[in-house]
Nanobody, 114 residues
Framework: QVQLVESGGGLVQAGGSLRLSCAASGNIFSINEMGWYRRAPGNQRELVARISSGGSTNYADSVKGRFTISRDNAKNTVYLQMNSLKPEDTNVYYC????????WGQGTQVTVST
């Protein structure tokens, strides 16, 4: 069994910063991809950022230049540094790992006020 524990969400003013963390534990042999997603219309989840086991990254166009994803393989943890936050970034952010099947965190609320 694999557990994902997210932290770092909260309320921040526009222009501010937050750092999300997601720590994976349990029966993990190796983690391939790690990433962050958020809610999209139609109850879907859209990609915010992801990072491969080799360190390659992908970002949604809306967050490029503002958000940075990183991972600590020794701690099975993925981070999302969010800078220059905008009200439209308000959402529930979900951590996802692929190890090798997909596991999701419970979500953490990020609220950006004007």
């Amino acid at each position: 069994q694999v557990q994902l524990v997210e932290s770092g969400g909260g309320l921040v003013q526009a222009g501010g910063s937050l750092r999300l963390s997601c720590a994976a534990s349990g029966n993990i042999f190796s983690i391939n991809e790690m990433g962050w997603y958020r809610r999209a219309p139609g109850n879907q989840r859209e990609l915010v950022a992801r990072i491969s086991s080799g360190g390659s990254t992908n970002y949604a166009d809306s967050v490029k230049g503002r958000f940075t994803i990183s991972r600590d393989n020794a701690k099975n943890t993925v981070y999302l540094q969010m800078n220059s936050l905008k009200p439209e970034d308000t959402n529930v952010y979900y951590c996802k790992i692929v190890a090798p099947r997909a596991y999701w965190g419970q979500g953490t609320q990020v609220t950006v006020s004007t």
